[in-house]
């Protein structure tokens, strides 16, 4: 079982699930996004869903061994299980949590910290071009935690 987390949070923040399943003889692995937990990028604003939709196919591509692969993915690891399995053969499983698919609308009006002004997030970000592109927001200022004074610049 390949265990992915969720935006903003890291591998290890799955770990205690894994230890449960692996408890029951599950062998498990889990892998820390790029932007999350250890990993190192050299220009992290560069960094998009697809790669990570990418790296996690080669992943599990290379890593391969004969047995059936379930994929666990958290929030947006849900997502990127479900996009994973329809384009590795390797997948036997997906078993998720929190499907929200930020291209609708609806969803974006939900996930967002600013409710409905999330559903122009889309349209607008056609919009953003050069330094403003790659600018890093990190997740606690654009998800709906309700402590906006953590978001202010230190």
């Known amino acids: 079982m390949l265990v992915i987390h969720g935006a903003g949070g890291h591998s290890?923040?799955?770990?205690?699930?894994?230890?449960?399943?692996?408890e029951r003889g599950l062998d498990i692995a889990a892998v820390d996004l790029p932007l999350?937990?250890?990993?190192?990028?050299?220009?992290?604003?560069?960094?998009r869903y697809d790669d990570w939709v990418q790296?996690?196919?080669d992943l599990v591509a290379a890593e391969h061994?004969?047995?059936?692969?379930?994929l666990l993915g958290a929030s947006i690891g849900?997502?990127?299980s479900y996009e994973v399995a329809a384009h590795s053969p390797h997948v036997a499983a997906v078993a998720a949590?929190?499907?929200l698919d930020p291209r609708d609308w609806r969803a974006r009006a939900h996930m967002t910290r600013f409710g409905v002004f999330g559903i122009l997030?889309?349209?607008l970000a056609a919009l953003a071009r050069g330094q403003l592109a790659t600018a890093m927001i990190p997740m606690r200022c654009a998800t709906g935690?309700?402590?906006p004074n953590r978001c202010r610049r230190r």
């Open 12 to 22: 290890g923040a799955l770990w205690p699930l894994a230890a449960l399943l692996a």
């Open 36 to 47: 999350y937990g250890r990993t190192a990028v050299p220009n992290p604003g560069e960094v």
């Open 55 to 57: 790296l996690l196919i």
């Open 65 to 70: 061994d004969g047995r059936p692969l379930i």
């Open 78 to 80: 849900g997502m990127l």
């Open 97 to 99: 949590t929190c499907l």
């Open 121 to 123: 997030s889309g349209p």
């Open 145 to 147: 935690t309700r402590r």
